[in-house]
């Protein structure tokens, strides 16, 4: 997969509802992870019901792929049937968050592509809809949740296999691809810059991982090394954090992936423990192209474990039985919440690199 944007896993069908006992509906199919997001959802039990976007290609697409599933011209017609659940949607970025508090005024559900929001404001609104009606405003962080490794690094974790976590290193890198991207893609107020956009896979693995409930941002930085020709674009980015718990975690991401890489970025985690260490090399093994891959190292030797087909993706079956129940076992809503609030202050607060300082 030479492209992270069309990234979409597929599992094993693990169902934990009958035909038609979760019924659910996909729109605005801006960005390729939507197919991810029902994928997930559909292995699980789900009913994909309905598909809503105002490009008639995209729906013409989402309808190849989804055979059965009805178009409709508008989000309230998801709406008027009161079997719908949830909403599984990749809008604009800038939209994301609006959208989804109009979903939960709506009385359903509401799963999203990352980032989750663009501005603390778009945030702010979602809690507050959320705590008024109770309605779930999940996301979908596939570097963890649909990344085989990763979720089992975090079934080791707590079953003790590295005593308690200290610290979480974390690598994005992606590969541009610029021609594909739509206009969005590189303006800036829409995508919500690096840290906000693809950071907010690393916030969210830091906090699951060391199991923390806050941080403070030690330093946060943003550039723009390659990429002249799309001013508003960062094509790098990195941030530190101090947890409320003690832990530390930093991270990287970009979009410098080579084209001489197999996949479209080298995503790795680091994960430090007091009796031993986690890596996980998620998308490929240099100089091989399988991914999948997790080291563990401990107090009785290091083992490399392939997990590609192993574990599966609790996740998505998890979302639907909270949706159905009003639990919270695939997340929590204040660990989505606190994810995103830790990727916009990193991004607020960013300075910007690629030039020299004067006081260099």
Not at 124 to 131: D, P
Not at 153 to 174: C, D, K, R, S
Not at 282 to 298: I, R, T
């Amino acid at each position: 997969m030479k492209d992270g944007m069309t990234h979409a896993p597929k599992g094993k069908p693990a169902p934990v509802v009958k035909p038609g006992e979760f019924v659910f509906a996909a729109a605005h199919l801006d960005h390729g992870h939507i197919y991810g997001q029902c994928n997930g959802l559909v292995e699980a039990g789900g009913t994909l019901r309905y598909v809503f976007d105002p490009d008639a290609e995209r729906v013409k697409e989402f309808v190849r792929r989804y055979p059965g599933v009805k178009p409709v011209d508008s989000l309230d017609r998801i709406f008027d049937d009161p079997e719908v659940r949830l909403v599984a949607a990749a809008a604009v970025p800038s939209e994301r968050g609006p959208l989804g508090c109009r979903v939960m005024r709506a009385g359903r559900d509401y799963f999203t592509d990352k980032t989750p929001f663009t501005t603390s404001a778009q945030l702010a609104e979602a809690r507050a809809v959320a705590a008024e009606n109770g309605r779930k405003y999940m996301v979908y962080f596939s570097e963890r949740l649909h990344v085989e490794c990763a979720v089992f690094a975090g079934q080791l974790i707590a079953e003790g296999a590295i005593g308690t976590v200290l610290q979480t290193i974390g690598t994005g890198p992606h590969r541009l691809n610029a021609a594909s991207r739509p206009a969005w893609f590189f303006e800036k107020e829409k995508y919500g810059g690096i840290l906000c956009d693809i950071g907010s896979h690393q916030c969210e693995q830091f906090l699951f991982y060391t199991g923390a409930k806050d941080a403070r941002l030690n330093f946060s930085a943003v550039a723009n090394y390659a990429n002249p020709d799309f001013p508003e674009l960062e094509d790098f980015g990195e941030a530190s954090y101090a947890a409320d718990n003690g832990t530390s975690g930093y991270f990287r991401c970009d979009w410098l992936t080579p084209d001489g890489l197999p996949t479209w970025g080298d995503g790795r985690m680091i994960i430090l423990g007091t009796k031993g260490y986690i890596e996980l090399r998620k998308y490929l093994e240099l100089p091989q192209s399988a991914g999948e891959q997790l080291y563990l190292v401990d107090g009785h030797g290091s083992r490399q474990i392939s997990c590609e087909g192993k574990v599966g993706f609790p996740f998505f079956g998890e979302l639907i039985l909270d949706c159905l129940e009003r639990t919270e076992r695939a997340m929590t809503q204040e660990h989505a919440f606190k994810a995103a609030e830790l990727c916009l202050i990193a991004q607020e607060k960013a300075i910007r690199l690629g030039q020299r300082s004067p006081a260099c």
